[in-house]
């Protein structure tokens, strides 16, 4: 599920869109300032950013510029700024686009929606993801270790595709759960690390020492190139 975080001290409008967006199954998480929302974003890793630029403790485009300090995290301004110099300051901080206030819900989740696949890794034949030891093709769906293909199981190969699409990021157990066997899922970690026992054991060059699947104890996985 895409994780979304709303940054807004309108308490109505945050309502209006955590509705909305549960509506159309996104999980969603809150914050009325920048401070928690920077603190948020790191704690908790979302997919896309909906910032308001009037913020009660610092100005929205020192958050997109906090975030992009280390996320390349898609964000979505929304905000009462109507001039083109504002709009300009916010997208050259590194805002991916920008809604004035008021705005239309659906207008704003197509935005949001294009900023996510925007971000998401193009299905052509190039997008391959290499190791030092084995290679994964995101296109072709498969992986390739010593020159030979390697055998995955499609539970195997989505558990591998969700770490290689989030490389870098701590992915949460829930949220590993969710994508690979389904929204009912959410406690059942002995399926994790079953599963990643054997994407280890297939894909590491020592199992028992991962350089790639590395496990976060009691929080998620991550994937190291």
């Keep these: 599920m895409t994780r979304v975080l709303v940054v807004d001290d309108e308490p109505q409008i945050v309502r209006a869109l955590v509705i909305n967006l549960k509506a159309r199954t996104y ?33 929205g485009v020192e958050v997109i510029k906090g975030l992009r300090g280390w996320t390349r995290v898609p964000i979505l301004v929304l905000s009462a700024r109507h001039s083109s110099d504002e709009k300009v300051e916010a997208l050259d901080a590194g805002a991916d686009d920008y809604v004035t206030k008021p705005f239309g819900m659906d207008e704003l989740m197509a935005r949001l929606r294009a900023a996510v696949r925007r971000a998401e890794p193009l299905a052509g034949g190039d997008v ?52 690979v066997w389904g929204p009912s899922y959410g406690t059942e970690t002995n399926y994790l690390r079953v599963y990643m026992a054997q994407l280890r054991r297939k894909l590491e060059a020592d199992p028992s020492h991962p350089r790639h699947f590395i496990t976060e104890p009691g929080m998620g996985y991550r994937f190291e190139r």
């Excluded at 603190?39 to 997919?47: I, K, W, Y």
């Excluded at 020159?147 to 949220?175: A, I, S």
């Design 27 to 59: 999980e969603v998480d809150a914050a009325a300032d920048g401070a928690g929302a920077l603190e948020l974003a790191a704690a908790r890793h979302p997919d896309v950013v909906v910032l308001d630029l009037g913020l009660p403790d610092m100005d």
């Design 128 to 179: 391959v993801v290499e190791t030092d030891g084995f290679t994964v093709d995101l296109a072709a769906k498969k992986a390739v270790r010593e020159g030979r293909d390697v055998r995955l199981t499609p539970t195997e190969w989505h558990l591998l595709e969700v770490l290689v699409r989030n490389g870098g990021k701590l992915v949460g157990q829930k949220q590993l759960l969710q994508e």
